[in-house]
Structure formats: C-alpha cells, structure tokens
C-alpha cells in the first residue's frame, strides 16, 4: 500500500529505512548505492504517517537479515565453494558460516 509522510506520496513497495535501528555508517552506504544505481533517497525526520498504514501496523512488512551458511569440504567443490564464500563476504561484505559437511 502506499503512505503518505510530509506531505509526499510514496507508492506501494517503497522501502523504509529506520536510521537509528541501524549500525552507524549506514547513510554513507545508502548514499553509495543510491549514486551506484540511480535510486531515489529521500530522508524524513518523522516517521507521522498521515495516508496509509503505520510503520509499526501489521500492514507493513519488515525485512529481517538473513544468514548465509556454506557447506564445506567433501562433497562439495573446494574451488566452487571457497569462491561462493569469497564473493558474498568479500564482495557483499556479508558474513558467511562455514558448516562442515561431515557436521550435517
């Protein structure tokens, strides 16, 4: 659904970044990926929601981190799998948990 905040129209899917929930840092981030792919940012300095559900309401769903595993050793590919982990924790910089595949 789409809300209303300050006066502007933000349309159904707009994603929401709560600052202070966040590590510090984040708004370079944000900045980085938004000059990167051309996103709209528009910050707000009040979360008063006068059109459309309510950032706490259960209309509005939250995106929780993920945790990445990787399997590792036999039988899975040394290269193929040291290579996955490089791009995700290197490139993403993203923390992976290697598991054993003899611990499964």
Sequence with gaps: MSFVIGGRRYPAGSLVIDVKAN?????EKIV???????????????????DGPSFGSSNTRRIHPINVAILWDD?????????????IERQFDYPVTPIRAKDI
Excluded: C, H, K
Aim: glycine share 10%; charged share 15%.
């Design 23 to 27: 590590e510090a840092g984040l708004s």
């Design 32 to 50: 980085q990926i938004a000059e990167m792919t051309g996103a709209e940012v528009v910050g707000v300095n009040d979360s008063w929601v006068t």
């Design 75 to 87: 039988p899975t590919a040394n290269y193929s799998a040291g290579n996955t982990r490089f791009v």
